[in-house]
């Protein structure tokens, strides 16, 4: 199972970023994917999760509005359309997956959000 994260950069308060999470190693489509975040000294935090299509979202509520998950179950990848950002919204995000019993993370892009 592998997860890598990219997309991450410098963007300036209220622009936009999309993340990718491109996996392989399993059947991507028969799999909730979710994004976490983190912050230097924190522990990681939910961000949002996506079903087995675009119909089966959640967000949590410091995103919800801003932020929207979709997943290309032919290309293997998740995506996390970012915009109106905020300072507080850099962090490194990380997605995540369940497997077996298991939790498998990606290696992590980094986002910050500054002017």
């Known amino acids: 199972v592998q997860l890598v994260e990219s997309g991450g950069g410098l963007v300036q308060p209220g622009g936009s970023l999309r993340l990718s999470c491109t996996a392989s190693?399993?059947?991507?489509?028969?799999?909730?994917m979710t994004w976490y975040r983190q912050v230097p000294g924190k522990g990681r935090h939910m961000v949002a999760t996506?079903?087995?299509?675009?119909?089966?979202?959640y967000y949590e509520d410091y995103v919800k509005g801003r932020f929207t998950l979709s997943r290309d179950n032919a290309a293997g990848t998740v995506y996390l359309q970012m915009n109106s950002l905020k300072p507080e919204d850099t962090a490194v995000y990380y997605c995540?997956?369940?497997?077996?019993?298991?939790?498998?993370w990606g290696q992590g892009t980094q986002v910050t959000v500054s002017s």
């Open positions: 995540m997956t369940h497997l077996g019993g298991s939790a498998y």
């Open positions: 996506i079903g087995l299509d675009d119909r089966l979202t």
């Open positions: 190693g399993f059947t991507f489509s028969h799999y909730d």
